[in-house]
């Protein structure tokens, strides 16, 4: 039966510092399940078991199969502002629709 499950299974590693996203049970279904964070992995106590920082301060041990790796999707935010002469000149992305060019379609020019 273990080989069965170990078949198709990866270990998982985190080292101190990873960030992680947490599987939390949000209702008796299971389909339901949310995942939350990211929270930081504080230690490694087990083979299997980290213990996790969640985000409000609280720790706890949880096994790797509750874990997936936190990836940011931005890093950071560069602000650019109206004086700074570096980049060029400014296009501002418009943000009415009034505004923006009404452009009609006919729908027997669609391919």
């Not at 985190?14 to 992995?41: C, Q, R, Y």
């Amino acid at each position: 039966m273990t080989s069965h499950y170990n078949l198709r299974s990866r270990e998982k590693s985190f080292s101190v510092g990873d960030e992680v996203l947490i599987l939390m049970p949000s209702s008796t279904h299971k389909l339901l399940n949310t995942w939350i964070g990211p929270a930081k992995v504080v230690k490694l106590t087990r083979p299997h078991s980290c213990l996790v920082q969640m985000e409000d301060g609280n720790t706890r041990e949880l096994h790797v199969n509750k874990l997936r790796p936190y990836i940011s999707r931005v890093d950071h935010v560069g602000i650019i502002f109206d004086q700074d002469t570096d980049f060029g000149e400014l296009h501002y992305a418009p943000t009415d629709k009034e505004n923006q060019p009404n452009i009609d379609i006919e729908l027997n020019q669609m391919p």
